[in-house]
């Protein structure tokens, strides 16, 4: 019997970033879809709220232990399964880990997921077109930074931090991943950095595993 349980949905990018986290330590997790949909999703039913009162996903069940929050599901996994290490046991390298992890999980993903996007289709009457324009926008904001933090410091190897893959790169694939998608196009030739950072991460099994295209329930989500 699997120790962990993932709730999760297969194109939600901090699900994803859990998945990445897992596979990187080799552990296996029975796995319960949540599907979350512009209209009527399962995290909007008043059971899911019951369980996880921040309606998001993903959720991950140790035993007695429930957590919600990437970030803090892969620290927890850090310090129950400490190897691979996903944040560097030195303060510094750590500090710049969870700095890298925290740009992309708290000043990028945030302005571009389901709840912002159906507020502004809510209140500011924003169609299709002007929802990949929000999102073109501050991807590009997100990984004009992310771009100078990168190969502007000697710490990058041939990931993030160093040569093998940390937290930092958990985050960063599931937000590239995103923008790539035809709703928002981005041109990664703007950001050679995290391209080939990218392109890296998705040639080690557990990335590639941890892809929406390769959960079992994975169905091309809506344009949104």
Known sequence: MNRFTLHHFHSSSTSFRVRIALGLKGLSHDSVPVNLDWK????????????????NVPVLVDGEVRLVQSLAIIDYLDQVHPEPRLFPADPAGRARVWSLALWVACEIQPLNNLRVQRQLAATAGF????????????IGVGFDVLEKQLAGNPATGAFCHG?????????????????LRPVVGADLSRWPTVHAIYRRCLAEPA??????TSQPDFASPAGH
């Open 127 to 138: 169609d299709q077109a002007a929802l990949s324009r929000w999102q073109q926008h501050w």
């Open 40 to 55: 009527d999703g399962d995290h909007d039913r008043p059971e899911y709220r019951a369980f996880n009162p921040q309606g």
């Open 163 to 179: 040569d093998a893959p940390t937290a930092a790169d958990c985050c960063l694939v599931p937000q590239v991943y995103n923008a």
């Open 207 to 212: 990335f590639s595993a941890a892809l929406p």
